[in-house]
């Protein structure tokens, strides 16, 4: 379930192209569960008409500070009392100005500036002109409204409407749900740097051959989306997978084994927790040919010899940083029967304060998945959910075990 469900969120539409996707974003957010009051400029209506955002938010949508179906004539007050937040998407050049100067003359602003501060957070999607965007007055206006509390969210890159191509676009209406959904999640992982593998490894046999598995990747790009949601840096190294970056993710894609370590060594030395979740290929071809290997006619096979891999979750456990516990590793077991005794013989086994055990063949590829965790003290089974609902239940438990751990 989604953090943003239950929540009332106003909506406000300012002037400009981008409006298109504020339709979109208001079906992502009611079906995300949120109850959305769309408030449109005047300018805002010129893109949009206010019958499109009543149908699609299941509520009349107010234009105007004068609107007689409020008792009290006070629709700016009224609306912005009940709302969990204001988002503001598009937010034109115009309107960040009119806000940073406490400007009030019409609807939108006025209800931004009669918002209680303590209660009611300001989100905006800034959408304009690459020129417009990069211009000193946008710039400074964008950095005084963050100095204000306002939250302003990233601005997108690439073909404008204009026809002109550059930074200014309004972020698509996932990637603003996306945010929206962080900013409601708690920020057990703040200033914390997290580092996670994902997916199979593919080690190579010739140019063209390889030795993989049926590791998705998507336990672990779960876990990278829910430690960002939850305040982390997060870097993911991930094997051959097809599944789009998590936003704010950093994200660097390996093939072997031996690159995995490479790049995780690379990455470690300044994270506080490890989550291997990676499916790594125990043995590679002890050599990789630089040709491909071709059939001769005689139906002889060639004679494959295998060589271990490194362990990176065993490596990474010994390093002076987790034994000395500044680095919380953790350790996934993809095991297809007695699940427990394995789980519990791995963590053992790879030295690490928490091991996480799955039933491979059940989960690779899907969207859920049933966990077991087990640590020193015991163990815990969170139950069979979508691997998004269980990446946060991990991260509330890493969490809780890191804050225990030093406090
Ligand atoms: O030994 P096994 O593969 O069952 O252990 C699984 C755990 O160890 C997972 O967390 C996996 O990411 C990690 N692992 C690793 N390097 C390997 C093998 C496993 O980091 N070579």
Known sequence: ?????????????????????????????????????????????????????????????????????????????????????????????????????GGADELLSLMCLARPLDKVPLIVAPAMNREMWNNPATQRNVALLKADGIHVLDVGQGDQACGETGDGRMLEADEILEELEAFFTPKVLASKAVLVTAGPTYEAIDPVRGITNLSSGKMGFAIARAARMAGAEVTLVAGPVHLSTPRGVTRIDVQSARQMLEQVQAHVTRAHVFVATAAVADWRPDTQAEQKIKKDGSGATPALQFVENPDILATVAQSPRALSGQLFCVGFAAESHDLLVHAKAKRIRKQVPLLVGNIGPATFGQDDNALVLVDADGVLELPHASKQKLAMQLIGQIAFRILNRVG
Not at 67 to 95: G, T, W, Y
């Open 1 to 101: 379930m989604s953090t943003l469900a239950g929540k009332h969120i106003v909506l406000g539409l300012s002037g400009g192209i981008a409006a298109f996707k504020s339709a979109e974003l208001c079906r992502a957010l009611v079906k995300a569960g949120v109850t959305v009051q769309v408030v449109m400029t005047q300018a805002a209506e010129h893109f949009m008409t206010a019958v499109t955002m009543q149908a699609l938010s299941g509520r009349p949508v107010y234009t105007s500070q004068w609107d007689p179906r409020e008792a009290n004539n006070m629709a700016h007050i009224n609306l912005s009392r009940e709302a969990d937040a204001i988002v503001v998407a598009p937010a034109s050049a115009d309107f960040m100005s009119k806000l940073l100067h």
